[in-house]
């Protein structure tokens, strides 16, 4: 279900902005959201994805004046940002969290970097108010992040960045649905080639009424899993190459214990570890120039990408529907369904904004 308003026909710029039951804020952070956006002198649109509230987050996001487009449950974090960036128009996105923990004033300083680079992250400094267990577990992932990308990962789990649209768009499939995509578009962005750069943000307290979504075990491990199966889908050597150095100096290690230390023979055991290391290296070795093949065939090269993502085509791809088209921007809310099926289905989503309950 979408409820759209009259932004820009032809935006530069979308603003993405995931949320669940955040009505006591939302209006608050799309004022302000809007006020930083105005200053840089450019069009765009704000675009509220409502993941399956169970207030009135959409009502009080289209009141202020977003596009709001609402999941019918609880899908994630992760497939509201996806949705987000299908949907949007303009040729450089902006995420950011409707908690309030990510300071929108800072949205211009964003933009101005990513003339330069294709993904600008906003990374947490030290004067943050975030917990202690937080921080410590963002300082181990940003240290493995770093040595999966050969490169400083400041802030791997910040959600609040600018990236160009043509970069998100191709990534867009590979984002989980989950809170860890802020993971995956990271290490995405670094092995495809495109620069990354951060920019300090200090994170206030959350907004009053808002809690957070994510658990620290539980959310905890999936971050690790991600970094694990992105890594092993555009590094995997970062992988393979370190687990078979050390089943073999495992297997060496063990062999020479029983000869000097036990005097036994050279055994079984110690042969078996060896070929397993080399198996290990060679299966790395074919996952990487497979990886590689991957890569040479689905990603266009610079100069495609360049026509693709920030020419004119792609400006005349992202305005969308001409004026006089089912989907012209109204204030009226407006079926997804739409762009499938045509007007009829605009009937049960006019039920739905006039507040009876979602079926």
């Given at each position: 279900?979408?409820?759209?308003?009259?932004?820009?026909?032809?935006?530069?710029?979308?603003?993405?902005?995931?949320?669940?039951?955040?009505?006591?804020?939302?209006?608050?952070?799309?004022?302000?959201?809007?006020?930083?956006?105005?200053?840089?002198?450019?069009?765009?649109?704000?675009?509220?994805?409502?993941?399956?509230?169970?207030?009135a987050t959409a009502q009080r996001?289209?009141?202020?004046?977003?596009?709001?487009?609402?999941?019918?449950?609880?899908?994630?974090?992760?497939?509201?940002?996806?949705?987000?960036?299908?949907?949007?128009?303009?040729?450089?996105?902006?995420?950011?969290?409707?908690?309030?923990?990510?300071?929108?004033?800072?949205?211009?300083?964003?933009?101005?970097?990513?003339?330069?680079?294709?993904?600008?992250?906003?990374?947490?400094?030290?004067?943050?108010?975030?917990?202690?267990?937080?921080?410590?577990?963002?300082?181990?992932?940003?240290?493995?992040?770093?040595?999966?990308?050969?490169?400083?990962?400041?802030?791997?789990?910040?959600?609040?960045?600018?990236?160009?649209?043509?970069?998100?768009?191709?990534?867009?499939?590979?984002?989980?649905?989950?809170?860890?995509?802020?993971?995956?578009?990271?290490?995405?962005?670094?092995?495809?080639?495109?620069?990354?750069?951060y920019f300090p943000i200090t994170?206030?307290?959350?907004?009053?009424?808002?809690?957070?979504?994510?658990?620290?075990?539980?959310?905890?491990?999936?971050?690790?899993?991600?970094?694990?199966?992105?890594?092993?889908?555009?590094?995997?050597?970062?992988?393979?190459?370190?687990?078979?150095?050390?089943?073999?100096?495992?297997?060496?290690?063990?062999?020479?214990?029983?000869?000097?230390?036990?005097?036994?023979?050279?055994?079984?055991?110690?042969?078996?570890?060896?070929?397993?290391?080399?198996?290990?290296?060679?299966?790395?070795?074919?996952?990487?120039?497979?990886?590689?093949?991957?890569?040479?065939?689905?990603?266009?090269?610079?100069?495609?990408?360049?026509?693709?993502?920030?020419?004119?085509?792609?400006?005349?791809?992202?305005?969308?529907?001409?004026?006089?088209?089912?989907?012209?921007?109204?204030?009226?809310?407006?079926?997804?369904?739409?762009?499938?099926?045509?007007?009829?289905?605009?009937?049960?989503?006019?039920?739905?904004?006039?507040?009876?309950?979602?079926?």
């Amino acid at each position: 279900m979408q409820y759209r308003n009259g932004f820009a026909e032809n935006p530069q710029i979308s603003v993405i902005i995931p949320a669940k039951n955040e009505a006591q804020g939302i209006e608050s952070i799309i004022g302000r959201v809007r006020k930083a956006l105005e200053e840089t002198g450019r069009s765009y649109e704000i675009i509220v994805v409502d993941d399956g509230s169970t207030d009135a987050t959409a009502q009080r996001a289209h009141e202020a004046g977003a596009t709001v487009l609402c999941h019918p449950y609880n899908i994630g974090n992760g497939a509201a940002i996806k949705n987000g960036i299908r949907y949007a128009r303009g040729y450089s996105l902006v995420m950011l969290d409707a908690d309030g923990q990510h300071p929108p004033e800072e949205i211009p300083a964003l933009l101005e970097m990513l003339k330069k680079y294709h993904m600008v992250v906003g990374a947490r400094t030290s004067n943050s108010e975030t917990r202690f267990h937080r921080n410590l577990a963002n300082r181990i992932y940003n240290r493995f992040a770093s040595y999966v990308c050969g490169r400083p990962i400041d802030d791997l789990t910040s959600g609040f960045r600018a990236i160009r649209a043509g970069a998100a768009k191709e990534f867009v499939t590979l984002l989980p649905n989950t809170f860890s995509y802020p993971t995956t578009i990271t290490l995405a962005t670094v092995r495809s080639g495109y620069s990354l750069a951060y920019f300090p943000i200090t994170s206030p307290q959350r907004a009053a009424g808002s809690k957070s979504k994510i658990k620290l075990l539980r959310d905890g491990s999936r971050f690790f899993l991600i970094i694990f199966k992105i890594t092993t889908l555009f590094s995997p050597m970062k992988i393979f190459l370190p687990a078979s150095i050390f089943t073999f100096l495992v297997g060496v290690g063990y062999g020479l214990y029983k000869i000097f230390m036990m005097d036994g023979r050279y055994g079984p055991t110690s042969q078996m570890l060896i070929v397993f290391s080399a198996l290990i290296f060679f299966i790395g070795l074919v996952s990487e120039q497979i990886t590689q093949l991957r890569f040479d065939r689905s990603i266009p090269f610079a100069g495609e990408r360049l026509k693709r993502y920030t020419g004119p085509e792609r400006r005349m791809e992202a305005a969308g529907p001409q004026p006089g088209s089912p989907l012209k921007p109204s204030a009226a809310p407006v079926s997804r369904d739409d762009e499938l099926s045509g007007p009829e289905a605009h009937k049960p989503i006019m039920a739905q904004a006039a507040g009876t309950p979602r079926t």
